[in-house]
């Protein structure tokens, strides 16, 4: 009687977590269905652009603590979906290299690592507004020693950008591999003028 007991009390746990499951999932794609980017970071505000269209072009070095990290960076937020654009994207200094990359989808078919190129991202999270931008996008990274991470391989990285003057600026790269997220941050001297259409 009691082994009878105990299979109905674990059938009937077992259906309450199987319907809490099933609405939780429900309730988190009906909340996402609205998002403009969706899994992206919360730190890339798909609402933030007032100005759909923007761009931004600018090559320079970024100084982190000492050490410089040279870049180029160019992203176009799209002139019909806010939060959404291409971004094109090189960083190079001490330990570390990364770019932004494009290649096929993932198709039964497909043999994704070998198609993938360095160059432009289209379709990734781009905002710009004002002196600001704040970009996701998938990436391939090389880090060695003394890096946080000693890694070779496919990555997201978030940029977040500001100009603050006619020749500089801040901004803060972050690479995520799957070991752990490398910073480089600090002060941009630009190479050359800045092209920021929502900056002067």
């Not at 950008?161 to 002060?187: H, N, Q, W």
């Amino acid at each position: 009687m009691a082994r009878v007991l105990r299979t109905r009390l674990a059938l009937v746990v077992l259906s309450a977590t199987l319907v809490t499951a099933a609405v939780t999932l429900g309730l988190a794609s009906f909340g996402g269905a609205g998002s403009k980017t969706l899994g992206a970071s919360l730190n890339v505000d798909p609402n933030s652009s007032n100005t759909v269209g923007a761009s931004l072009n600018v090559n320079g070095t970024i100084d982190d603590h000492g050490t410089a990290y040279h870049f180029s960076l160019n992203a176009n937020e799209s002139t019909t979906q806010a939060g959404e654009g291409g971004v094109t994207f090189f960083l190079n200094g001490t330990a570390l290299g990364l770019c932004t990359v494009h290649g096929p989808g993932a198709e039964p078919s497909s043999f994704p690592l070998t198609q993938v190129q360095c160059g432009g991202a289209g379709a990734q999270a781009v905002s710009i507004t004002g002196c600001k931008a704040e970009i996701e996008a998938h990436g391939f990274s090389h880090s060695d020693f003394p890096r946080e991470a000693i890694y070779l391989g496919t990555m997201t990285v978030d940029v977040k950008f500001l100009k603050k003057g006619p020749s500089s600026g801040e901004m803060k790269v972050t690479v995520y591999t799957p070991k752990r997220a490398i910073t480089v941050d600090g002060p941009v001297t630009f190479n050359g003028p800045a092209s920021m259409s929502t900056c002067p």
